[in-house]
């Protein structure tokens, strides 16, 4: 029941402007005639500036509509039209045809400065440092925002995101649509590791009075705050109780999301989105103090006003947490964060990354370790909800966060991948520049001492694994004073990753891997030390191998004898040593593995057994996803598209295998691609090898165009795209039939680098019959017969659905061959498969003359 509201007074009330961040991103613009064109933006909640492809500063032409080139006034503070029109199709390297224009024109930095002054004075969730009366209480359990769609007479709904569509956006679990890497409350679900449960209240559509134009007619934010009182009002007249929504301790209103149809022709003015204080409503004892707006328009690429995940999940950070920009609002020094923080910059619109450490501490969402006072070895699991501690005992207010971050997940869009530390000086101001002013209060410590390229900012065996007070940069306190702080050994990048903490030298702790771990006789295994802990000699053990021994770090042996052996290597150094044994780790024969071979990429190891990857410049590779999956949520990738070596390959070593029956053998797989644009040709091959890999034979190849299942506009949303529904994949089946009678034919996968795109695999099987002859579901493909347990190791049981009924069992392998035939009267048969070999079978069940059919797994 509603208690009271009040209007008040829109431009005595209307805070600081508060919103998203602009890096360069393209956004398009359309001109008077119709023409879209693209603009790269740069700048902040309460300054824009906006430039062509080829870096001409543009502006809106008050009187003719027109985005024209601009140029500066006398003293610098303003960008004025020159008139000239901006036609993408005239500008040439100079400029436009005939004209004398500067590229990167920029107002003064006294002015900007002066612009944002303006707008930061009242906005308390402007960038500074975050006071503790600000942060005191956990962000956790239920929270409740609400959600308003409005629409207008001269843009409708019916070409906005229909409302059950921002529903599910806002609420819904398993969200995808449009791309979008689940709902609002998934992405602050998972950023919690379920600590938070975030849902909106959802209102509209509502009709504003006015057009779209008269309220971007009107002076920044104006327009949206007119509606804003329009549709709370009306909410009201609904029955609404608004103190069902969530508010801080002085009764004001967490979070209200605006989101509006239409689509704003100039950047920073009229009704472009924007997040800021305003506190013209009342109602059911609680105010509204804050709002974000943002755009409810269908996604058609890059055009400004598409509806997306990233913007809102960044302002309802501020919302939610209380958190502040991290990014720069001035161009005169780096954030230093990029994409490792949502606060700093989103990642894509679809797939925004997750908060930085301090900042999910603050929220009351991470197990805090504190290693102050410890010496030794740590682990940490990557992407999770712990987070190592190093506190100034001089100044608790500062301290290093330390975390092992992992390209994948809400995290795929980082620009690296490995431990990173962060430096936190709570009393400090990410907005300053200079050296003499106090400290950011959010630091990321960049591995390369390179603040400017995030791209090699965490620390790892393969790169820099060191960081203390020598090193550059160091782990030195912000007044000068050495923290103590020593972080070495730390592992390579990984589900998990260890590292050292302080000056010691431990045993060490030995480990290994192999180039490859199925063989023919003959050849030779190429082995790699993963030792942690400094190991200084090395006693290398080879059952079967020629040498048998060996002190080498990285040894390559010879193995000549069909048989399975095992490995061990004892790694020393002058505090001990350390034992591993790996057992029936190498296998020689002539004669491949059996078939048939599924893999689908759902469990934890990859490369899976006998599975390898050769990466010749170690960099880029494949690597398995759990961003999509064919009818799963897993599949293997190859990132061209942040892979700048053309024509370097990536080859995945799928196994030998016995293809020595005379059946008919098939590869298939599925496979998702969308090109970046014609001169950029990854290319997907596929080769086998009968001779144990001296010669190789392709039996299939397709380039960019060829493999492409779903055609992008190009640029960066090709470079983001992500397969999300079943019609994204295509699956490929490749005939082996050729090789049959070959018991060692070895299989792999070649992609050559065109830096295009991701190419996406998955459901990778070998069959000895072709895979269309034979029914694959791991579900009952009927309702009339059941079949339990699936996978089975000893007893499998067929039931059918009525009693009594007759029942028929036939059991065939793969290749068709009966291997169990049962029959029983009473609807209830039985099968013993303890003694059958490991692999899939075929169930075909006759009851009452209707058949079934079913793959059973026999593990």
């Not at 021994?549 to 990285?554: A, L, P």
């Not at 009678?741 to 019959?769: A, M, Q």
């Not at 013993?832 to 059973?856: A, C, F, H, M, T």
């Amino acid at each position: 029941m509603r208690k009271f509201y009040i209007f008040i007074f829109l431009l005595i009330l209307n805070g600081a402007l508060y919103g998203a961040s602009y890096h360069g991103e393209l956004s398009e613009f359309e001109q008077p005639d119709g023409t879209v064109v693209s603009l790269k933006l740069f700048g902040d909640h309460a300054y824009i500036r906006a430039e062509t492809p080829e870096g001409y500063t543009v502006i809106r032409d008050e009187e003719s509509g027109w985005i024209c080139y601009a140029k500066l006034n006398e003293d610098k503070s303003k960008l004025i039209s020159t008139g000239v029109k901006y036609l993408p199709d005239t500008e040439g390297e100079q400029g436009p045809k005939g004209q004398s224009i500067e590229k990167h024109l920029e107002i003064s930095q006294a002015e900007i400065t002066r612009i944002r002054r303006a707008f930061e004075g009242q906005d308390k969730h402007a960038s500074r440092s975050m006071a503790s009366s600000q942060v005191a209480e956990d962000v956790v359990g239920d929270f409740k925002g609400l959600c308003i769609l409005v629409d207008f007479s001269d843009y409708p709904s019916s070409g906005g995101v229909p409302k059950n569509i921002v529903e599910d956006f806002c609420n819904g679990d398993n969200f995808n649509t449009y791309g979008i890497n689940g709902s609002l409350k998934e992405y602050y679900n998972d950023v919690s590791f379920g600590k938070l449960n975030y849902e909106n209240y959802v209102f509209g559509y509502f009709r504003a009075p006015k057009t779209f134009a008269e309220y971007n007619a009107m002076p920044y934010t104006q327009g949206a705050q007119e509606i804003l009182t329009y549709v709370l009002g009306e909410i009201d007249r609904q029955g609404f109780d608004f103190s069902q929504l969530t508010t801080d301790d002085n009764g004001f209103i967490k979070a209200i999301n605006l989101m509006y149809t239409g689509y704003p022709p100039t950047w920073a003015q009229g009704m472009w989105y924007h997040k800021t204080n305003w506190y013209g409503f009342q109602a059911d004892g609680v105010t509204v103090s804050t709002y974000n707006t943002s755009p409810l328009n269908i996604p058609r690429g890059s055009r400004n006003g598409d509806f997306g995940l990233s913007t809102v999940a960044h302002e309802n950070g501020h919302m939610i947490g209380n958190w502040p920009d991290t990014y720069k609002y001035g161009d005169t020094g780096p954030d230093g964060l990029g994409t490792f923080d949502i606060m700093c910059s989103y990642g894509s619109s679809t797939n925004p990354v997750i908060p930085n450490p301090y900042f999910k501490m603050l929220a009351g969402w991470m197990n805090v370790v504190d290693i102050t006072n410890f010496t030794g070895i740590k682990t940490d699991l990557s992407n999770s909800n712990t987070v190592f501690k190093y506190v100034n005992k001089n100044n608790p207010t500062e301290f290093f966060l330390i975390e092992a971050r992992r390209r994948e997940g809400r995290s795929y869009l980082i620009p690296d991948e490995g431990l990173t530390i962060w430096h936190i000086y709570e009393q400090g101001n990410n907005q300053n520049y200079h050296s003499n002013q106090t400290p950011h209060q959010v630091y990321l410590e960049h591995a390369n001492n390179n603040v400017y390229d995030h791209s090699y900012a965490c620390y790892d065996q393969g790169y820099r694994d060191e960081f203390d007070n020598f090193t550059a940069p160091s782990s030195k306190w912000y007044d000068g004073s050495e923290s103590g702080l020593m972080i070495s050994k730390v592992s390579y990048p990984g589900a998990s990753m260890t590292f050292q903490i302080g000056d010691v030298t431990l045993p060490p702790t030995a480990d290994f891997s192999a180039n490859s771990s199925f063989i023919c006789p003959g050849q030779s295994v190429e082995f790699t030390d993963l030792s942690i802990s400094g190991p200084e000699s090395w006693s290398w053990e080879f059952e079967g191998g020629s040498p048998s021994v060996s002190s080498d770090q990285n040894p390559t042996i010879t193995y000549y004898n069909e048989g399975t052996y095992k490995v061990k290597l004892t790694a020393s150094n002058a505090n001990g040593s350390d034992v591993v044994e790996k057992v029936e780790y190498i296998t020689v024969n002539s004669s491949g593995l059996a078939l048939p071979m599924e893999e689908s990429f759902e469990g934890s190891d990859f490369p899976r057994e006998f599975w390898t990857i050769d990466n010749p410049d170690n960099n880029l590779t494949w690597e398995k996803s759990t961003r999509s999956g064919f009818q799963s949520s897993s599949c293997v990738i190859v990132n061209n598209a942040d892979y700048d070596n053309v024509g370097a390959t990536d080859d995945l070593n799928i196994g030998t295998y016995d293809m020595s029956t005379n059946s008919k053998k098939e590869l298939s797989f599925y496979v998702a691609y969308t090109k970046f644009d014609n001169n950029s040709p990854d290319q997907l091959s596929v080769l086998v090898s009968t001779d144990c890999g001296a010669s190789w034979q392709e039996v299939f190849n397709k380039t960019h165009s060829e493999l492409e299942t779903v055609p992008v506009d190009g640029g960066d949303e090709s470079n983001r795209w992500v397969p999300t529904t079943d019609s994204d994949w295509r699956k490929e089946v490749v005939d082996l039939t050729q090789f049959a009678g070959n018991n060692s034919v070895r299989i792999k996968f070649r992609n050559t680098n065109g830096y295009g795109t991701r190419i996406w695999l998955d459901n990778i099987s070998i069959t000895s019959e072709k895979v269309s002859d034979i029914v694959l579901s791991s579900e009952v493909l009927e309702t009339g017969v059941s079949v339990y347990p699936n996978p089975v190791k000893d007893v499998l049981m067929v039931k059918s659905n009525q009693v009594d009924d007759a029942l028929e069992v036939n059991m065939y392998s793969i290749d068709g061959k009966l291997v169990r035939s049962v029959h029983a009267n009473n609807g209830l048969a039985f099968i013993q498969v303890g003694d059958l070999l490991p692999g899939i079978y075929i169930l075909d069940s006759n009851v009452n003359g209707q058949n079934y059919r079913e793959k059973v797994v026999v593990e």
